[in-house]
């Protein structure tokens, strides 16, 4: 032994024979691994919100914040408030939790921010809807307001078709880049007016689309931000008894979208269909109705040319139906639908690509609930939803501007099917009222949009509010450990 340990190369061995005795030890008494959790996202309740209506004047304003969900507790203390931009009065101050605020506004009226904090926030929403019966501008148009963003899309008629606006607002405290991009039927239209937009914190402008593209007959318009946010919208008056309204914002492309709310009444239905890319894009077109899903006949798939936008005539397809469009497509697209009313003087509406409700939607204008003061007339309601691809089950509540909300109402959706369903005010109460939509647990993806519309001597005035998620909850990443976060 002693010469072993004298021998260097002896000690060397005994080392190596120690450590693989310990490793060996080692390695038969550790423990089990375990297995690695991936890092979920947390849902948290929203905590602040804002957004602009972008032009409220002789319409009339909707906000409410609808109640907590059962079992998410009271929310605490919270507040928004409404006032007009660039400095103008403020309009209101609301506290309450569940109850609406409705108010005409008066002409000359500026956009108007909307920006809650704490309970108030989870929810929060607001809508803008004006009444014309007569003149140029004659229809019932309205539209969600608008929460900034630095990105968004619209589509339906071009210039040459309609008066169409782009409206553009701040309310932030940093300055916006925009850049406005136009694809036509022809394909991209490039223009330097639209490009390099500088709007001010605090400003407002309203941006006439025939100065940067005046020759598309159709078109989709990408509004985006190389710094700052702006609330988009964009409205389209087509003339003389034709219609006017807000085009709603529509998502972003995909290879798969769904196009909600068309209303079961009678009229034209025109698809838009957007190619942004560089690459021509085959989409095949479902329609989800009332008796099922299935394709239309003899147009179950358009082409549509890379970098531009083109129609589809679908009012031998769906006219009448309430229901909805599945889109899919080897490109990613941007789809919309114009719908018109009938009679002499036709009303036009506008619908497009939305994300299904899974965190439910909130509807600031869900009705009138009462006779127009100006002429009589009397506005119907309609929810139109649908549930493409699994059945589903939604609970519908209406919160009323006067009494006590209406218990929920839970109306099952089978799947591949639509469904039209009538709101109006609880027993007792005239007053107008928001619509508060959740799907119920394990439901499939649900869309939806709401309808308003008038009869009158001239036609029906008619508009459509897609269903948009609520801003109830927010995903937040899960956090964790890591020394990046404080070292340099």
Not at 427 to 440: C, D, K, M, Q, Y
Not at 459 to 480: H, K, S
Request: aromatic share 4%; hydrophobic share 40%; with cysteine.
């Amino acid at each position: 032994m002693k010469g072993l340990i004298e021998n260097r190369f002896g000690l060397l061995a005994l080392v190596l024979v120690a450590l693989g005795a310990l490793y060996g030890v080692a390695f038969v008494s550790r423990p089990a691994p375990v297995p690695q959790k991936t890092a979920q996202k947390v849902k948290t309740a929203v905590e602040s919100v804002s957004m602009v209506c972008p032009d409220p004047a002789g319409g009339r304003l909707n906000v409410i914040t609808p109640p907590a969900e059962q079992g998410a507790g009271d929310g605490g203390s919270g507040a928004a408030t409404v006032e007009q931009m660039k400095g103008g009065k403020p309009l209101a101050s609301l506290d309450k939790v569940g109850a609406l605020w409705r108010q005409d506004v008066p002409l000359r009226t500026r956009p108007v921010t909307v920006a809650g904090m704490g309970a108030m926030a989870a929810g929060l929403e607001a809508a803008q809807t004006t009444r014309v019966t007569s003149g140029a501008q004659r229809g019932l148009s309205g539209v969600r307001c608008v929460e900034p963003g630095a990105e968004a899309w619209f589509i339906g008629p071009g210039p040459a078709a309609a008066d169409v606006t782009l409206h553009l607002a701040n309310s932030d405290e940093a300055a916006a880049d925009v850049a406005v991009m136009v694809y036509a039927g022809e394909g991209p239209v490039l223009s330097d007016r639209g490009n390099g937009l500088v709007i001010k914190p605090g400003e407002y402008r309203e941006v006439k689309l025939r100065d940067l593209a005046p020759s598309p007959l159709v078109m989709a318009v990408q509004v985006t931000t190389s710094g700052g946010r702006v609330a988009a919208a964009v409205r389209a008056s087509l003339g003389e008894g034709r219609g006017v309204d807000w085009l709603p914002t529509a998502a972003p492309p995909s290879t798969q979208v769904v196009v909600p709310g068309i209303p079961g009444s009678a009229g034209q239905r025109e698809l838009y269909v957007a190619t942004p890319g560089e690459q021509d894009a085959v989409v095949q077109v479902k329609a989800v109705l009332k008796d099922g899903s299935y394709a239309l006949k003899n147009k179950e798939t358009v082409e549509v040319p890379a970098g531009s936008t083109t129609t589809l005539d679908l009012t031998t397809g769906v006219g009448g139906q309430a229901g909805a469009l599945v889109l899919t497509a080897d490109q990613p697209i941007v789809a919309g639908m114009r719908m018109t009313g009938t009679g002499s003087r036709q009303d036009v509406a506008f619908t497009a690509g939305a994300a299904p409700i899974d965190l439910g939607s909130v509807v600031a204008d869900g009705g009138p609930g009462a006779k127009s003061a100006k002429s009589g007339g009397v506005q119907q309601s309609r929810l139109v939803l649908s549930a493409p691809f699994g059945a589903a089950t939604v609970r519908i509540r209406i919160l009323p501007q006067d009494g006590a909300p209406a218990e929920p109402v839970e109306v099952a959706l089978p799947a591949a099917r639509s469904k039209e369903i009538k709101l109006k005010p609880p027993p007792g109460s005239r007053s107008g009222f928001a619509v508060h939509i959740v799907p119920v647990a394990g439901s499939g993806p649900v869309y939806g949009g709401r309808v308003l519309s008038e009869d009158t001597p001239e036609g029906v005035l008619l508009t459509v509010q897609p269903l948009a998620q609520a801003r109830t909850w927010a995903l937040v990443p899960a956090t964790a450990e890591w020394p990046g976060a404080v070292l340099p």
